[in-house]
């Protein structure tokens, strides 16, 4: 039985390198992974909380080197999520991981877009490229790489997003760099509402003036705030795994998912760094579907939502055909 047919909308595509990838990768490049094998490795990602995270996630990067290494991480990406049934997929990089490590930009881009650009005939899944900017940095260093990244804007990157360790860096600190992504016709996400209050939301909406908020859990918090997303129809693209890895809610079966769709929110659900949250994207709508109990309706509705909510608008022809495979789709059981 296949999958539901989705689209992945909150994905970085560093957090889906698994250990086996790590292993060959760090092998040919010569880089000494403090692990003895690849089960080691998959043992520490049994982290504790986000800064423990983030730092096996920057650690792990340095295996990633050449245009060829940025190619063979997409692909394994996008090979798993086909079997995953996604259709479409938003993937997000970051910049900054890579060239402050003296990896060239153009390897970076060149190399995920390799893979990017065979993903239609070869898996059936149209694709967009974001760049992220880390928020614990400086804005000057994000407008650098914002100037850097230039050259590519349009055919090979198709947006900004925001993300890294949220709370203490708020949306506004980039205003002016989300300001100059807007006048270059580039699409504007921002994670916000994760670990921050529903302030950081209104902020990344009011003053980033972005289209869709990655995470946004704590947006429910706030009445208001849920009446304006739900009147400007703002997708939200919720990663439960990853909520629940980095104990921004308790256990799966806490997940304000429910509470937001029955909000009426447009509500998305993604697996954020998959290899270290334990599930993919259909893993995470399965985990919803046992622990808060949702419906098949539900989950059609989470599926339509995910290309409601795609930058598919240059495609409408592609997002209407998308959006009537998940209509037909008939889950396990279902007459
Ligand atoms: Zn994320």
């Not at 997409?74 to 890579?98: K, M, N, S, T």
């Not at 580039?186 to 209050?197: I, K, N, P, S």
């Not at 304006?228 to 998912?257: G, M």
């Not at 929110?265 to 270290?276: Q, Y």
């Amino acid at each position: 039985m296949s999958p539901i047919p989705k689209a992945e909308l909150h994905l970085h595509i560093e957090g889906t390198l698994e250990p086996e990838l790590a292993f060959e990768l760090a092998h040919r490049n010569g880089v000494d992974l403090p692990y003895a094998d690849p089960e080691q490795l998959r043992a520490a990602y049994a982290f504790s909380d986000l800064q423990s995270f983030l730092d096996l996630y920057y650690q792990l990067m340095d295996v990633l080197r050449t245009e060829d290494d940025f190619t063979a991480l997409a692909e394994a990406y996008l090979a798993r999520a086909q079997a995953e049934g996604v259709r479409h997929a938003e993937i997000f990089f970051d910049p900054q991981a890579h060239t402050s490590r003296g990896v060239e930009l153009d390897s970076v881009v060149r190399g995920l877009r390799r893979a990017l650009d065979a993903a239609a005939e070869r898996h059936g899944i149209s694709t967009r490229l974001i760049m992220c900017f880390l928020r614990d940095l400086p804005q000057e260093s994000a407008l650098a790489t914002f100037e850097a990244c230039r050259p590519y804007f349009g055919a090979a990157i198709h947006g900004v997003g925001l993300d890294s360790a949220e709370v203490g860096h708020r949306p506004s600190k980039f205003a002016d760099v989300y300001r100059l992504a807007r006048e270059a016709g580039l699409r504007l996400v921002a994670h916000a509402g994760e670990e921050g209050g529903p302030d950081y939301v209104w902020e990344a909406l009011d003053v980033l003036r972005v289209e869709r908020i990655d995470h946004g859990i704590r947006a429910i918090e706030d009445a208001e705030l849920v009446e304006r997303l739900v009147r400007d129809r703002v997708p939200l693209t919720v990663c439960p795994f990853s909520n629940v890895r980095l104990r921004c809610v308790d256990t799966l079966a806490d997940h304000p998912l429910p509470a937001m769709l029955a909000a009426g929110l447009l509500v998305t659900v993604n697996s954020d760094d998959p290899a270290h949250f334990g599930g993919y994207v259909d893993e995470n709508f399965d985990g919803v579907r046992t622990a808060l109990g949702l419906t098949n309706d539900q989950l059609r509705l989470l599926a339509r939502n995910s290309f409601e909510a795609s930058f598919l608008e240059d495609d409408e022809e592609r997002r209407k055909r998308l959006l009537t495979e998940v209509e037909a789709y008939r889950f396990p059981g279902q007459d």
